[in-house]
């Protein structure tokens, strides 16, 4: 096959793959919002008004994907299919509104065309001070290299339980999970690398949680992990209980 031919194909293929996405996280939020689940969608988008909420996080989308609109991940993914899948997970989780908007934006303030500072201070004008800290919270400094900017953030949202900040980890955590159930094109020495990573780092995070499934999948290999089923390896909504724990640490 032609290689621009071919080249038109992946990008279709990835589009749809996008579009489906998005879709099952929309369905994800009308299933909660209908009949006996509307008080749990409520509880999933922080008490706040449905109409208001609904409205907050399809503008986090619009903005995230205005943002990664030009940006193909490296397994031939639209970028986008990234931060929704994050989103979904912090949903089923039982995280916040904020929490779920975090996870829409968590990558928007990398490598950002406005600057970091300018793109932080209008998701805080738009969304709250509270999802501009949670963003801020996961990026990655340019500045240093990988290995120095995975461990400087690793740090901040480690950091950010002291205060409280339960959804910044569980973003993390769904973000980690994600990349780690779409890594099957990486070589074989660049998943060991994820594979020390997790068990150093992620699994003992998950276990702080309490997220225990989490913690289990992240000391084993990812390359048991399937991306068509990284929704189920973690199905419990434990975001409020790990929230309550914490809450109960600080007083």
Request: glycine fraction near 6%; aromatic fraction near 8%; hydrophobic fraction near 45%.
């Amino acid at each position: 096959m032609d290689a621009c031919i071919q080249q038109a194909v992946n990008l279709f293929e990835a589009a749809e793959r996008a579009r489906h996405a998005r879709e099952i996280f929309v369905k994800d939020l009308q299933r909660l919002s209908t009949g006996t689940q509307n008080s749990q969608l409520l509880t999933l988008l922080g008490n706040a008004t449905l109409g208001t909420s609904s409205t907050l996080v399809d503008r986090a989308l619009e903005v995230a994907s205005s943002h990664h609109e030009a940006q193909i991940r490296k397994n031939g993914d639209f970028y986008i299919t990234h931060p929704i899948a994050v989103a979904q997970c912090i949903a089923r989780w039982g995280g916040s509104c904020n929490d779920v908007l975090v996870g829409l934006l968590h990558d928007v303030g990398e490598d950002s065309p406005a600057g970091l500072e300018v793109t932080l201070s209008a998701i805080g004008r738009e969304f709250g001070a509270e999802v501009a800290w949670g963003v801020m919270a996961l990026t990655k400094s340019a500045s240093i290299d990988k290995d120095a900017a995975n461990f400087e953030a690793y740090q901040r949202v480690s950091a950010s339980l002291g205060f409280g900040q339960v959804g910044v980890a569980a973003v993390k955590l769904a973000d980690r999970l994600h990349n780690s159930c779409t890594a099957w094109f990486l070589s074989k020495e660049k998943i060991a690398r994820l594979d020390r990573e997790n068990a150093k780092w992620y699994a003992p995070l998950a276990h702080r949680v309490g997220a225990y499934a989490l913690a289990d999948i992240f000391a084993n290999s990812v390359a048991q992990l399937r991306e068509e089923t990284f929704l189920e390896y973690e199905t419990r909504a434990w975001i409020p209980a790990a929230l309550e724990a914490c809450t109960e640490t600080m007083t």
